[in-house]
């Protein structure tokens, strides 16, 4: 089945850790993306990458981190210095194109509850 | 920057009643339009999408959404709907050139039986 597989899907740490959420997606999809859920906020764009070894800061990029070493594989890094990292991760992917249907598909989620 | 508005973000109503959720978007140029659906405990999908065309576009479970270029709107509309409608809804859009999808806060929608 193709989709896109994030883990773990809760995941608790202490404060002041690092913390890494998985993403991997095998939908050949050039473009991925990380938003942040938070009640009455919808989805808010942290990171996102169109091609592999490239990454760009979507609104809310202070205190997370990316890398985009394998076209499939787009982890997050929640740092110590995000100030309220307690919140539930969406990870998507899409083709690239101008005039081409351009919808995203997201994954499970990982919920991070920080202690 | 573009954004995306999301009215009455918690709507209750009764099982057969109508549904209409409201998006309105700021930004001038080229839209493609969206609404995702998040069930309880289930991933995000999408509902359905309007690229151009015919600004009437049919989704998935009955839902249809109507897109208004001079209100820079596109409504999501149920005519009945059914218990198992009860999600929250998202708008979102990207423009062109940009595949990042820009969203609204959200409907969080409860049919009561």
């Known amino acids: 089945d193709g989709g896109i597989t994030q883990s773990p899907k809760y995941l608790f740490r202490k404060e002041g850790q690092n913390v890494t959420l998985s993403c991997e997606q095998n939908?050949?999809?050039?473009?991925m993306y990380w938003y942040r859920q938070d009640p009455g906020q919808g989805l808010r764009l942290i990171y996102y990458?169109?091609?592999?070894?490239?990454?760009q800061k979507g609104d809310i990029a202070e205190g997370y981190s990316v890398s985009r070493e394998k076209k499939e594989s787009f982890p997050l890094t929640v740092t110590s210095a995000q100030k309220n990292p307690t919140a539930f991760y969406l990870c998507?992917?899409?083709?690239?194109?101008?005039?081409?249907?351009?919808?995203?598909?997201f994954g499970q989620g990982t919920r991070l509850t920080v202690v | 920057a573009q954004s995306v508005s999301q009215h009455n973000h918690h709507v209750i109503l009764s099982e057969a009643a109508s549904l209409e959720l409201g998006c309105n978007y700021s930004y001038g140029g080229t839209v493609n339009l969206f609404w995702y659906v998040q069930y309880p405990g289930q991933h995000l999908q999408l509902l359905l999408k309007?690229?151009?065309?015919?600004?009437l576009v049919k989704g998935i479970k009955g839902f249809e959404a109507e897109f208004i270029k001079s209100k820079f709107s596109f409504n999501l509309r149920k005519p009945s709907v059914q218990w198992s409608d009860t999600a929250e809804y998202f708008c979102?859009?990207?423009?062109?050139?940009?595949?990042?999808?820009?969203f609204g806060k959200g409907n969080q929608v409860v049919v009561i039986p």
């Open positions: 309007y690229f151009s065309g015919d600004p």
């Open positions: 998507a992917s899409s083709i690239v194109g101008e005039r081409v249907s351009t919808e995203a598909f």
């Open positions: 939908l050949n999809h050039d473009a």
């Open positions: 979102a859009l990207n423009w062109e050139g940009n595949n990042r999808l820009a």
């Open positions: 990458s169109q091609i592999v070894n490239d990454f």
